[in-house]
T-cell receptor
Framework: QKEVEQDPGPLSVPEGAIVSLNCTYSNSAFQYFMWYRQYSRKGPELLMY????GNKEDGRFTAQVDKSSKYISLFIRDSQPSDSATYLCAMKGRDNTDKLIFGTGTRLQVFP | DTGVSQDPRHKITKRGQNVTFRCDPISEHNRLYWYRQTLGQGPEFLTY????????KSRLLSDRFSAERPKGSFSTLEIQRTEQGDSAMYLC?????????????FGSGTRLTVV
């Protein structure tokens, strides 16, 4: 079993829809949770970062962490065709390492 | 500074050849990371540096792989005796500090195809 599980999609939604992207994880030591967006042929870019449990909002994006369920989510409101990309969750624990464990990514397509 | 720069963008090589990739991080970033990403997968950690010191290496980094960061600036990743299984996108990232405080800034990657 992978430490981080993520549905690969593709997820196809109409413009303006609310998108929900999710990851589950098995390592209860994970404390830092991030969402990266990756456009085709580009490197990932950091979208959202959350420490421990709770919600964080930034514009059209909301990140949620539920540590009791080992489940994290990214919501995109009023989705746009420019949001079409692969969304990767990533996480790490409070340890000496500086490496992130990534999910496989969910490919999102927003059609006009 | 335009971000993390990787060179080349694409590399096609024959099995058994050696290849070397270069990464130029954002100038004030003291941490530099290498990840590998295959099609349909998320990035997998290979190694990272703080300044010129290599602090951690993944088990994925077999003895055919070596990474250096002389003088704590640019970094190189060399793969010796390439195999078809080495075909992947090799991503470099840099950070001002620990990932939990600053996150990574990734480059656009070097796509390696071993034929």
């Amino acid at each position: 079993q992978k430490e981080v599980e993520q549905d690969p999609g593709p997820l196809s939604v109409p413009e303006g829809a609310i998108v929900s992207l999710n990851c589950t994880y098995s390592n209860s030591a994970f404390q830092y949770f991030m969402w990266y967006r990756q456009y085709s042929r580009k490197g990932p870019e950091l979208l959202m970062y959350t420490y421990s449990s709770g919600n964080k909002e930034d514009g059209r994006f909301t990140a949620q962490v539920d540590k009791s369920s080992k489940y994290i989510s990214l919501f995109i409101r009023d989705s746009q065709p420019s949001d079409s990309a692969t969304y990767l969750c990533a996480m790490k624990g409070r340890d000496n390492t500086d490496k992130l464990i990534f999910g496989t990514g969910t490919r999102l397509q927003v059609f006009p | 500074d335009t971000g993390v720069s990787q060179d080349p963008r694409h590399k096609i090589t024959k099995r058994g050849q050696n290849v070397t990739f270069r990464c130029d991080p954002i100038s004030e970033h003291n941490r530099l990371y290498w990840y590998r990403q295959t099609l349909g997968q998320g990035p997998e950690f290979l190694t990272y540096f703080q300044n010129e010191a290599q602090l951690e290496k993944s088990r994925l980094l077999s003895d055919r792989f070596s990474a250096e960061r002389p003088k704590g600036s640019f970094s190189t990743l060399e793969i010796q005796r390439t195999e078809q299984g080495d075909s992947a996108m090799y991503l470099c990232a840099s950070s001002l500090g620990t990932v939990e405080n600053y996150g990574y800034t990734f480059g656009s990657g070097t796509r390696l195809t071993v034929v």
